[in-house]
Structure formats: structure tokens, C-alpha cells
């Protein structure tokens, strides 16, 4: 990845935290379905554990990484995954 934002770090301590925590998983998963993931969601998510970041944060990271977790792997293979931005 070239020069990181702020907001890209965010989104890498994001999936990190989410890798590894079930139970945020669960909560992410919900805002994950139906071929879309609401972004203004995940966002308010991320921001309970203080990190912020944006939908083109998220989508710079995930155009810059080739390589899913295996928990994202699991959401695009449910979903066929887009992004369903709610002006966040």
C-alpha cells in the first residue's frame, strides 16, 4: 500500500480487532448481507472501539489488499459483497 491515511491505519486496526474477536464478527456480520455492507454502520462500529475512518478508507484498503481474512473470505462468499454507502 502506498502513503496510509489515518483513516486506512483505522481500517487495518478495524479488520485486525474484528479477526480476532467473535463476538465483533457477529456484530459486523449483521451489517454484511443481500450482496451490499452498509458502511455508515460499520463506521458507527469502528468508532465504539475509537478508531475513525470512512467508506473510501474502507474501499482504498480493500482495493490496496489482495489478501481477505478468512472472516471476510466468509462474508463475500455469503454476499458477493458491495458497498451500500449511506453518505458516511
Keep these: 500500500m502506498t502513503e ?9 486496526k478495524f479488520r485486525t480487532l ?13 451489517h454484511v448481507g443481500n450482496g451490499t455492507w ?3 454502520s460499520i463506521i458507527d462500529l469502528a468508532n465504539t472501539k ?13 482495493d490496496e ?4 481474512s478468512d472472516f471476510e473470505l466468509e ?6 459483497v458491495s458497498c451500500n454507502d449511506d453518505g458516511a
Design 38 to 40: 452498509n458502511a455508515a
Design 50 to 62: 475509537g478508531l475513525d475512518f470512512s467508506a473510501d478508507d474502507i474501499v482504498d484498503v480493500l
Design 65 to 68: 489488499d489482495d489478501e481477505l
Design 18 to 30: 474484528i479477526d480476532s474477536d467473535p463476538a465483533l464478527q457477529a456484530e459486523v456480520s449483521q
Design 4 to 12: 496510509q491515511t489515518t483513516g486506512q491505519s483505522n481500517v487495518l
Design 75 to 80: 462474508l463475500v462468499a455469503a454476499a458477493g
